[in-house]
């Protein structure tokens, strides 16, 4: 595959007010985006899926643009988070797997052995040229609106592997990693390649930003996070990707700290852990967050004061980037986000 030269940057993208909350500098107003922004929650993401898989829409570039794009049009937001999915690298390296409806990613043979791990082959820019296409299309369209590349972190990939679907207990993940250590260290370093490398194809053809999403690492105790998660997670984060990073985790209250210690310009932080409880434990890095996703379905008013409060709360944090504490539920009324985004970024600082 012949190198390709990124799209040029808009001039104004490096003073973006995104990009200036995730490197601590002053801001003009909080930034706003949301995860899972796009996605199920628009009637014109329904409307342009209709028929498509979740996995061939990820590989597909004019797909994967206009679905980046809709909520950059619809809301107004300061950032494009990536279309994607967690498990895409896994698949375009030969990962025999697909997206069930209803259920999730589903793998066809999990991981269990050393052998196993060693069939899985290392990414290259060659298995995700559509990427390649859709991110440098992104960029050309987005102008001065950053966008965020992302990938999941090497604890959430590889419960997906060992489980071989979601799980709710990690049982035999848990049960890997504390009586296989070998082959959990070796999955998790296969794991840590493949997500740097994806990353680093996004910043290549654009990306401004990137995310490491670890839904599961909530599942896990300090000690155990310390010991065999966080050393992989370091290793994707502490990648020569040359931009701001963010790293973010489910139900991870009492792994704030080292997340921070894993490596991030700004932590991203769920609607379980008050913000400023947050701010404490990560030190000198931004946050990001963290209003609860179901607060859209309180009356307006609600919500506004409720998102007033999270805005309050990101003052005393080096920066601050406004997001729920999870990704949009899908029967979430767009005008309602509409009016959050307005709402956050008319808020006097």
């Not at 390709?4 to 909350?21: C, D, G, K, Q, Y």
């Not at 944090?317 to 985004?341: C, E, M, W, Y």
């Amino acid at each position: 595959m012949r190198a390709v030269t990124p799209p040029i940057p808009a001039p104004e993208l490096a003073e973006s007010t995104f990009l200036r909350a995730l490197r601590g500098e002053p801001v003009d107003h909080t930034p706003v985006w949301f995860m899972r922004q796009a996605g199920r929650s628009l009637p014109e993401y329904l409307a342009v899926r209709e028929g498509i898989g979740m996995l061939e829409s990820c590989m597909d570039p004019a797909l994967v643009t206009e679905i980046t794009l809709q909520p950059v049009r619809r809301y107004g937001v300061d950032a494009a988070i990536f279309f994607s999915d967690i498990v895409l690298p896994l698949k375009a390296v030969g990962v025999d797997l697909d997206i069930v409806a209803g259920v999730g990613p589903v793998v066809a043979n999990p991981v269990r052995t050393l052998a196993d791990v060693e069939a899985i082959d290392d990414l290259t820019p060659e298995h995700v040229g559509y990427i390649t296409e859709a991110v440098r299309a992104l960029v050309s369209e987005l102008g001065g609106t950053p966008l965020i590349g992302f990938a999941g972190a090497p604890f959430t990939v590889a419960s997906y592997l060992v489980e071989g679907g979601p799980s709710k207990e990690h049982a035999k993940t848990k049960a890997l990693m504390f009586s296989a250590p070998e082959v959990w260290d070796a999955l998790m370093r296969k794991i840590a390649g493949i997500a740097s490398a994806y990353l680093k194809v996004q910043v290549d053809a654009g990306a401004s930003a990137i995310q490491l999403f670890d839904s599961w690492a909530g599942a896990l105790t300090p000690e155990d996070y310390r010991r065999h998660v966080m050393p992989h997670s370091a290793r994707v984060l502490d990648s020569d990707l040359g931009v701001p990073r963010i790293h973010f985790g489910v139900g991870t209250s009492n792994l704030l700290t080292l997340m921070a210690d894993a490596g991030a310009d700004v932590v991203g932080v769920d609607w379980r852990t008050p913000l400023s409880s947050a701010i404490a434990q990560v030190g000198d890095r931004g946050v990001q967050g963290n209003l609860d996703p179901t607060l859209v379905f309180a009356p307006t008013e609600v919500m506004l004061e409720r998102a007033a409060e999270v805005i309050e709360a990101g003052r005393a944090a080096k920066g601050h980037v406004f997001n729920l504490g999870h990704g949009v539920i899908p029967s979430t009324d767009p005008d309602q986000l509409a009016r959050l985004t307005e709402f956050v970024q008319s808020y006097p600082l």
